[in-house]
């Protein structure tokens, strides 16, 4: 377990968080700026911070109160930095080994034959950097941080110079090295697919300060601010007001629409964000209406559309809306076509209520009240993405 206070004050910013993560793959995600680079080199002991406190499963590898700073040499820590930083005179063998060099002979060339075959990396051993491309650099620098076998394992930006296709099949080789290891990973990255493809926990970073952590379901389906919302691409932030509360559900009045949502514990006039990810907005054919019951039906027509590779993004205007657009909807290409979207551009569209996520603005009051019963998340995955029923 790392258990993290952290203090430091540069010129024009200042970094204050404190966070615990366990045994798993955790995420730093924020936009540029936000402190988290700077909190994974003050975690290896490459800076120092004001004031704080790291422990690692027990252990502290720094203490302000205490005067105790180990050097990053003690801390036995995996560190991948931005652009890898591997020694350009050194063999893709000696760098992987250049950790061990208080291990005998026998024991590095072990070592190091294991990671080589475990990265895919054989027959490479006596080439240098400039020989290798992005993704064989970035195999040879996870490589290089694993073979001290660390107790956690930190990496900055580490897909941030590869194309799409290559980040994919190392964000694959990465999380099969965390099922291997089974050791702490803290990530950076300001990808979103890399936070859902990894990140077990989330730390959603802004200004020096952790606004929100949580699962990557919360964070993606439960942000805690409208912040937080727009990092994840919510998207779908409709300014609401609370109309009444119910036995389990929260009438909000939007656009002159009644809708409703999982019951929280809101006093009615409260002035609230409504989330919905552009995924999880139904298109429902004409057919089936009547197959279930429904939630928050609205009619449209749809006034912008953008292809994608393999989704459509489509924009509803709804009826007697001056809005220029009032939802974004995203939905296989497939799905688009056998809709017959390409041609028919009025739509009916379901809001999920277990889909809706309510924010209150933080300047209206929260009504005491018996805290409402979990709704169940609704996962990013293909089966919970069909935007039709």
């Known amino acids: 377990m790392l258990e993290v206070i952290l203090h430091k004050r540069l010129a024009s910013f200042q970094l204050n968080v404190a966070f615990t993560t366990g045994q798993e793959l955790t995420a730093l995600f924020g936009p540029s700026g936000a402190g988290k680079s700077l909190t994974l080199r003050i975690i290896a002991g490459t800076v120092q911070p004001d004031t704080g406190r790291l422990l690692l499963d027990g252990e502290p590898l720094y203490d302000s109160a205490q005067g105790l700073n180990l050097p990053p040499q003690q801390r036995r820590l995996g560190y991948v930095p931005q652009h890898y930083a591997l020694f350009p005179h050194l063999t893709v063998a000696d760098n992987i080994a250049f950790g061990l060099g208080h291990a005998p002979r026998r024991v590095r060339a072990q070592r190091v034959a294991e990671l080589l075959e475990l990265f895919g990396m054989q027959g490479f051993e006596r080439r240098i950097p400039r020989q290798l491309s992005g993704g064989q650099q970035q195999r040879v620098a996870l490589a290089r941080a694993l073979a001290v076998q660390p107790r956690l394992l930190l990496l900055d930006e580490p897909f941030a110079a590869l194309d799409g296709g290559l980040r994919e099949t190392l964000r694959q080789e990465l999380a099969q090295v965390y099922a291997h290891w089974g050791i702490t990973v803290l990530l950076v990255t300001h990808d979103l697919a890399d936070v859902y493809a990894l990140g077990q926990q989330v730390l959603v970073y802004d200004g020096g300060q952790v606004i929100q952590q949580g699962t990557r379901e919360e964070v993606f389906f439960r942000p805690s601010s409208r912040r937080v919302a727009e990092f994840v691409h919510t998207r779908n932030i409709l300014p609401a007001v609370v109309e009444r509360v119910e036995a389990d559900t929260l009438w909000l009045r939007w656009q002159g629409y009644a809708l409703a949502a999982p019951r929280q514990p809101l006093a009615p006039g409260t002035s609230v964000y409504l989330c919905i990810r552009p995924t999880q907005v139904l298109i429902v054919r004409p057919e089936r209406l009547t197959a279930r019951r429904r939630d928050n039906l609205l009619y449209g027509d749809i006034v912008r559309e953008i292809m994608h590779a393999e989704t459509h993004t489509l924009y509803l205007r709804l009826d007697s809306s ?55 998340f609704t996962r990013l995955t293909p089966e919970a993405e069909k935007p039709y029923s």
């Open 322 to 376: 001056p809005a220029a657009h009032d939802l974004e909807i995203t939905l296989p290409s497939y799905v688009y076509h056998r809709l017959g979207l390409d041609t028919q551009k009025r739509l009916m569209a379901e809001l999920p209520r277990q889909a809706l996520h309510v924010i209150p603005r933080q300047d209206d009051a929260v009504a005491p009240a018996t805290p409402p019963p979990d709704a169940p």
